[in-house]
Nanobody
Framework: EAQLVESGGGLVQPGGSLRLSCAASGFSFSSQSMRWYRQAPGKVLEWVATITGSGDRTWYADSVKGRFTISRNNARNTVYLQMNSLKPEDAAVYYC??????RGQGTQVTVSS
């Protein structure tokens, strides 16, 4: 059974940085692409970024391109989301998803001064 556990969220000032982690287990991690999504209160779930299983290709939503970086460590079964130059509109619960649409409990990101 796939399990995904996100961590690393918190409160950060505008312009600050956070690195989110998603620890995966229960499936062949290195063979799957992984994705990050986010959901702000009252808004629909928004795709943020995707990375291939090998980590050689990445894709980003226009809203985060140039500020966020998705990466992975297959030896640790973990995918990361480095978030820089954070804006108040980046505040949301962030989720990692596998290809079967399993996700964890999410991690809250709050951007406020």
């Amino acid at each position: 059974e796939a399990q995904l556990v996100e961590s690393g969220g918190g409160l950060v000032q505008p312009g600050g940085s956070l690195r989110l982690s998603c620890a995966a287990s229960g499936f062949s991690f290195s063979s799957q692409s992984m994705r990050w999504y986010r959901q702000a209160p009252g808004k629909v779930l928004e795709w943020v970024a995707t990375i291939t299983g090998s980590g050689d290709r990445t894709w980003y939503a226009d809203s985060v391109k140039g500020r966020f970086t998705i990466s992975r460590n297959n030896a640790r079964n973990t995918v990361y989301l480095q978030m820089n130059s954070l804006k108040p509109e980046d505040a949301a619960v962030y989720y990692c998803y596998d290809v079967n649409s399993n996700r964890g409990q999410g991690t809250q990101v709050t951007v406020s001064s």
